[in-house]
């Protein structure tokens, strides 16, 4: 084996990409088609699902068999790293966009709405007597009066789950290093336990805003960005949640060892990442 | 102009492209190649600011082809040039990095004076709101009290079709041309505010050196003073849908006494109007 | 072990060739044959959506509908400009850079290399999606490449399509970046430094971070339209307390850094053509590293440059009118840096160097009517208008698309192992360069004199202009066919010897021609390396 240490591991000729495509055909097909009313695309969407989860079954599983086959030298776990590394750089600007968005609409159009800088006839012409508020449904009151989620109770309880979903991984990725299992296996499952119960209180918030306080996604751009943000953030703890469960039940296999667990840390700077989400979605979305 | 004279202009012009640009535009000097100075004070700045910054870089573009085309001349292998191996000189690349902060500096400063010239809409003598609708437009005068729509004229309107036969070289203003012209006195200092009910549109009028964005829910405001009577065309400049390109803008400036009689004509029509749909 | 590693093993230990038939492309993780596939790809997106280019030309020739409905016009400009930004001029530089990057790092493969597989085939399903919106009910989108709300919410059922096209779009030039990046850091030969590197390397290097930075930010733009149009969200809508305009400080947030994504790559494969065929090292190759990453970061903040008409605060206005003339700074110190590399050079004049030339005074203008374009108040005017046309197919076909001609017949011998056919090749070049001016340059005049642009149809008075650029356009289209000519043609040459041309620097000339399907399977010495670099 030590022979295949010293070249940089270069896949022989994989189908898995090409089922990935077919997957995302499926996929978007399914999608457009059942958007655009046709009941059929979400049987088709389905389709894409099924295929997408067996590519990365698939896929992963391959890698998985050459790491722990003994494949990779040092200089592929360190590609994976900053492929990793830029991966999420890049799921950091989708959600600046989205925090684009929410700076932009509390500090620009809704202020313009209610007469400020150079829109003083945009409120008198087209929305008289509308007064720039945060939070607002906006001057047409699009979605109907609303109560917003306050920063204590569960949002405050989510951020203390989340944050000590924090330490436990950290925990768990020393007792990796030093080789301490039981330690490692504990913690790793605290971790994603307290990440699934992110994502179930995160459902019960949602069901509290839309049948007690009327906080819906069509609320106007209170809550546009109130949903899309935390939406897109609990797709991604669930993302998360389920990547370290699997890493979970690698552990219990024997995979990892001390110097080489790049799938751990990926998966523990993602979680980190979501995490880091998460805060500023506390204090620009609930708090401020 | 007959359809056989649209035929050899078609030749003539299909015979002047070949040749190049260059003798083309030479051949009719009459074809409009420029920005309109324009008949407002600030149209004209414009104007000039636009010829500055272009002189400018017609004057970049002669050093840099310049030493370019030297180079290209001079320095090649047929002409038995030898290559020089020196790669780099701090000294030069400091010099064009200098040089064209300075020139940039002064294009930003006179482009600065005209912008805020250009935002300063207070005071007007009279304002106009403007709506852009899916594919036309509707003025109401603020405190006249008077409102229509102004829509393609006619004649316009019956040659645009595909297959309708129409020559276009025989209709006046073909397309530049509206049923109910924007009417506004010379010398006034005219606001508009801009909106629009569907999507976005744009009122351009390059006479006047105006172009606004009309955006359903927000208002913009600009503002013009025109120095001379006359009929200015300009269409809709930010596409709004298929027929985008059908939805031109013609100011009309008067001078004040006729608009004057013209305000009155107007609300004596919508008055009528207005009984009559009652 | 698993068979799965044992198959594996085996591959690694004896180094197949190609694999037989389609196989080899659907499945390969080599990074020439995928390099080649989007070349391949992105010159058929390149005729798709020239012939496009065409229908509008031809629409255009003469005032007066004569071809197409309005409706169908506005699909057309719509989707040549996504067809030739997505699909013809990134992933043209995408495939350069799977090419070419790995020979000239001295590395044996892109460092992820199923991924790189993935990133290309997720093209044509994207572009797949996109082209069937012309068969839907209500036609493809006609709304600008720009996708302006509230307007593009009036698109049929190819709403979504669009979106999800461009999502795929994203997710594909997002992971070509991403192994691009990875494989520049990751993958060098022992000895080369960071800047030692060869321009092409960094200017790619540059964009790749571009690339992560504003796909997915175009990618949440479009997820607002979706969930705007569906699910009932506001961002767009004012009445909801959101701002159509918001839409468009988020593309442009995208679409600037955008257009430096297309020209980024070509400084980098000018820097290297004119260097080898003036016979001299680049001038100042460390400072185009730094110029380049100037205008990488500037790119961030102009992007209101292309809304001097929405109705900004005049301190916005000011803030994006300066920042923007910044860029003609580091730009300028490209161009002349260039120019004191043919300096005292001993120049020869062989296809890519004529392209490559064509490149920087075409460019250079398309640059300066730019710097016109900063200037908000004289933009109130140009603001879309045929001036705008204008200067953007200046910067980018004889922009882009010269610099991937020159890479083209630079590399081809390379890749082929034959030389190419000079004479056509030096044919392809004078007829593009005359007949693209033809083409373009009217359209400064008709933009001054007033013609809106995104119009079926327009007053007589810019007849004269219009026709010229039609006949151009047709012109330019048939030279195309030159180019075509030298591909099928590219076998029939002379062997080309492993340099090449006379003086060529970099690694990827110290190995075979063709360049054999696996190279630097161990990294260069430094020996070598040295040879080729200094
Ligand atoms: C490859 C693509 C590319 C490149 C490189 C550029 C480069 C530049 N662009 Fe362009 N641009 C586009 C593609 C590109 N653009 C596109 C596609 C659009 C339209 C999008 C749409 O609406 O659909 C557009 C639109 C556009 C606008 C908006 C116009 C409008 O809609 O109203 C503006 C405004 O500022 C602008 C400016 C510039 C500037 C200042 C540069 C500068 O980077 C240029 C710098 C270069 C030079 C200046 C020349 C070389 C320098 C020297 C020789 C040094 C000496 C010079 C001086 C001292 C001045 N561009
Ligand atoms: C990299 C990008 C790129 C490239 C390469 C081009 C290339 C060309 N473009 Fe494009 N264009 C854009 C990007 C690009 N464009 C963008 C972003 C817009 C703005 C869209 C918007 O407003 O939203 C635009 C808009 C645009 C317009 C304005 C449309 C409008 O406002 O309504 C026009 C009009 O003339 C035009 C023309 C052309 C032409 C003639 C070419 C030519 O260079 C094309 C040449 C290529 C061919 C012609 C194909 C090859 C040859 C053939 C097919 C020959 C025939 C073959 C056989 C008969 C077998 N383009
Ligand atoms: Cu209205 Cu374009
Ligand atoms: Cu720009």
Known sequence: MSHAQDKYYVPHGSHWPIVGSIGLLFLMLGVSTWLNGADFGFWVMMA????????????????????????????????????MFWFIFSEVMFFAAFFGALFYARNMSVPWLGGESNNFFTNLLLWEGYEATWPTGGP????????????????????????????????????????????????????????????????????????????????????????????????????????????????????????????????????????????????????? | ??????????????????????????????????????????????????????????????????VMIYSLLKHRKSKGAEAAQFSHSTTAEVVWTIIPVIILLIMAV?????????????????????????????????????????????????ARFKDSGADVFDVDNYLLDVDRPLVVPKGKKVRLLLTANDVIHSWWVPDLAIKKDAIPGMVNETWFRALETGTFRGQCAELCGKDHGYMPIVVEVVEEDAFQAWLDTQSEGSAQLAQAEN | MTTAVADAHDAHDEHHGPEKGIRRWLFTTNHKDIGTMYLVFSLIMFFVGGAMALVIRSELMQPGLQFVHPEFFNQMTTMHALIMVFGAVMPAFVGLANWMIPMMIGAPDMALPRMNNWSFWILPVAFGLLLATLFMPGGAPASGWTMYPPLVLQTGDAFPFLIFSVHLMGLSSIMGAINIIVTILNMRAPDMWLLKMPMFVWTWLITAYLLIAVMPVLAGAVTMLLTDQFFGTSFFLAAGGGDPVMFQHIFWFFGHPEVYIMILPAFGIVSEIIPTFSRKPLFGHDSMVYAASSIAFLSFIVWAHHMFTVGMPLSGQMFFMFATMLIAVPTGVKVFNWIATMWKGAMTFETPMLFSLGFVFLFTIGGLSGLMLAIAPADIQYHDSYFVVAHFHYVLVPGSIFSLMAAAYYWLPKWTGYMYNETAGKWHFWTSTFFVNLTFFPMHFLGLAGMPRRIPDYSTQFADFNFMASVGAIGFGLSQ????????????????????WEAPKGLEWTVPSPAPYHTFDTPPVKRVHEEAFE
């Open chain 2, 110 to 158: 006179p482009a600065a004076e005209t912008m805020i010239k250009l935002e300063d809409s207070r005071d007007p003598d009279l304002t106009v709101v403007v709506t852009g609708y899916q594919w036309k437009w509707h003025y109401k005068y603020q405190d006249q009290d008077i409102d229509y729509y102004s829509t393609l004229a006619m004649p316009s309107l019956k």
């Open chain 3, 481 to 500: 066919l030159i180019f075509v000519y030298v591909l099928l043609t590219a076998k029939k040459g002379e062997e080309a010897s492993d340099r090449v």
């Open chain 1, 140 to 288: 047409g009151e699009v979605g109907g009066e609303f109560q917003t989620m306050g920063p204590l109770g569960l949002p405050l309880i989510n951020t203390a789950i989340l944050l000590t979903s924090s330490v436990t991984i950290t925990i768990a990725h020393h007792a990796l290093i030093a080789g301490k299992r039981g330690i490692l296996s504990t913690f790793l499952a605290l971790t994603f336990i307290l990440g699934f119960i992110f994502v179930y209180m995160q459902a019960v918030e949602y069901v509290h805003a839309y049948q007690d306080l009327n906080l819906r996604l069509d609320s106007g751009i209170y809550g546009s960005t109130f949903f899309m943000l935390t939406g897109f953030h609990g797709m991604h703890v669930t993302i998360g949640a389920i990547m370290l469960t699997i890493i979970w039940l690698r552990v219990i296999r024997g995979h990892f060892t001390p110097d080489n667990h790049f799938a751990f840390e990926a998966t523990a700077w993602y979680w980190h990442f979501v995490d880091a989400v998460w805060v500023g979605l506390y204090v620009f979305v609930y708090w401020m």
């Open chain 2, 1 to 66: 102009m007959g359809a056989t004279t649209v035929n050899n202009l078609m030749l003539r012009k299909l015979f002047l492209s070949l040749l190049g640009l260059g003798w083309a535009s030479a051949a009719s000097a009459d074809w409009a190649i420029n920005m309109p100075r324009g008949i407002t004070e600030l149209s004209q700045e414009t104007f000039d600011l636009h010829m500055m910054v272009f002189w400018w870089c017609v004057a970049i573009g002669v050093v840099v082809f310049g």
């Open chain 1, 48 to 83: 894409g699902v099924a295929i997408m989860i067996f590519m990365l079954t698939g896929w992963f599983g391959t890698v998985i068999n050459e790491s722990e086959g003994g494949l990779y030298n040092p200089q592929v776990d360190k590609s994976f790293r900053m492929g």
